[in-house]
């Protein structure tokens, strides 16, 4: 019989004895949750819905969306990734604009999920596009960024393709951790 431990697990078993990153290991659960009653306007190819606002060194847990039917035919689609919050940061001497884009599809591509009512069971979309290896990243890591920019970062829906729209209401509920 074998014995297999996670990389978390080797490190607390490791001697000398390994510090887990407090939002690996015991860290606090936050959740944040927000409605958007979007309009047709608001799901063309390329609009962006900012839907939550976390801390850069937070460690995602889960993203679920919640949504009315969005689209009459069946073509929409979109994305969940990573913009800059409301503060310019810069890293390396490179300054990231605040609402810019980071990765706009590191946590889904291409989902098709607003082509029906989503009110009941969600999808988890945390690793519909990442890695699940990378489940104890940071938000930073998360967006490609070399290091931690110490600002709030926003998980945003952008659309990839559009349907033929129609105005509902939009949720999201995403839980994290942090120290």
Partial sequence: MATAKGVEITNLDATPRTTLEAASGGGKLRVFMDTIAAGTGDLDNDDIIVLAQVPSNAKLASIRIYNDDLDSGSSAEFNVGLYNGPQAYTISGSTTDAAAVIDEDCYASAVSQFQAAV???????????????????????????????K????????MSATGTAIAGDITIVVKYTID
């Fill in 151 to 158: 600002v709030p970062l926003r998980i945003a829906v952008t």
């Fill in 119 to 149: 009110t009941t069971a969600p999808v988890e979309l945390l690793a519909e596009a990442r890695n699940i290896n990378a489940i104890a990243n940071f938000v930073w890591e998360d967006g490609g960024l070399s290091e931690d920019p």
